[in-house]
């Protein structure tokens, strides 16, 4: 994404913050990020999609910094786990997402609400994979049930919590609370053999992808990343930051356009990880194998 995209995310998102959402017209946005209106439309289509991207550009960061505290690490590590909701809890928290989120849930904006609606389906498959991880396979059937209630948990916590103590509080103490409690309510329900939904339910709903190979995908992405010396080599960051966004956030991912950012990627070979370029070419094949082998 180029330094002016961004400069005008950055200041709508100041905007939106400030006055609202629906309150913020797109002459305020170009008063306030100084760029025209032939520039805007450039950039975005709506004001939907800039907050749009607002929240994917966020998510993208946060993504980038909750999958680097799994480097080196173990996966079924609780410790990191509950580190992995700390950073998202202060991330969601310093930049006033729920605020933002609040205001597009009770609007009549049908395409804003089915956004947030799936980002919310999103995190609940985030937390289920990872549950998998943590507690084993031989859990899975009741940790979908799980994955639903520690939100539940965690959200109500934190909105409690917030109310009775400064909003500069530390959120460590509540979010490490709610991760005890659900592991125990893991042990719980996996004993009674009881379950409210089952995982095929989530497994389905996000069957383009395999939610596993995305996870290494994001990994291998980053390593790369990391691994580019040279300072003026935004287009191959902006390559990879695209196939991401179009492995990760697309309903189709469209093949066509992955291999050509890929190929378009070897004039950068010189400044990566070629082993690790190689890794993640090997990945995209993956999930589209996957993608063409489902049943129609």
């Not at 946005?29 to 032939?38: A, F, H, N, R």
């Not at 389905?204 to 300072?231: P, V």
């Amino acid at each position: 994404m180029n330094n002016r995209k961004m400069h005008v995310i950055k200041k709508a998102h100041q905007l939106f913050l400030e006055k609202g959402f629906q309150a913020t017209s797109i002459q305020d946005i170009l008063d306030y990020s100084g760029i025209s209106k032939g520039t805007f439309y450039n950039y975005f289509s709506s004001k939907n999609e800039l907050l749009i991207s607002i929240f994917k550009t966020l998510h993208e960061k946060m993504e980038s910094e909750r999958d680097k505290l799994l480097i080196g690490q173990d996966p079924s590590s609780i410790e990191v786990f509950t580190q992995q909701i700390e950073l998202q809890m202060n991330m969601n928290r310093t930049n006033k997402l729920v605020a933002l989120f609040e205001e597009v849930l009770v609007s009549n904006d049908t395409e804003l609400k089915q956004f947030i609606k799936e980002g919310q389906l999103r995190m609940v498959n985030w937390i289920f994979t990872r549950f998998i991880e943590i507690f084993g396979e031989d859990k899975k059937p009741y940790l979908l049930d799980c994955a639903v209630m520690f939100l539940g948990i965690l959200h109500h916590n934190v909105k409690y919590y917030t109310k009775f103590f400064e909003f500069s509080s530390s959120i460590n103490p509540v979010v490490r609370y709610s991760v005890e409690r659900i592991r125990r309510v893991v042990e719980e329900v996996s004993s009674a053999g009881d379950y409210l939904l089952k995982p095929e339910l989530i497994e389905n709903r996000f069957q383009q992808t395999d939610h596993r190979n995305l996870h290494i995908l994001c990994k291998s992405i980053l390593t790369l990343k990391k691994s580019i010396k040279q300072e003026d080599q935004n287009d191959c960051m902006d390559l990879l930051d695209f196939i991401q966004e179009e492995m990760i956030h697309s309903k189709k991912p469209r093949k066509f356009l992955i291999e050509s950012a890929i190929q378009s990627l070897n004039r950068c070979i010189a400044f990566m990880d070629a082993k690790e370029f190689e890794n993640l070419e090997k990945l995209v094949l993956s999930c589209f194998k996957s993608l063409e082998e489902e049943p129609v």
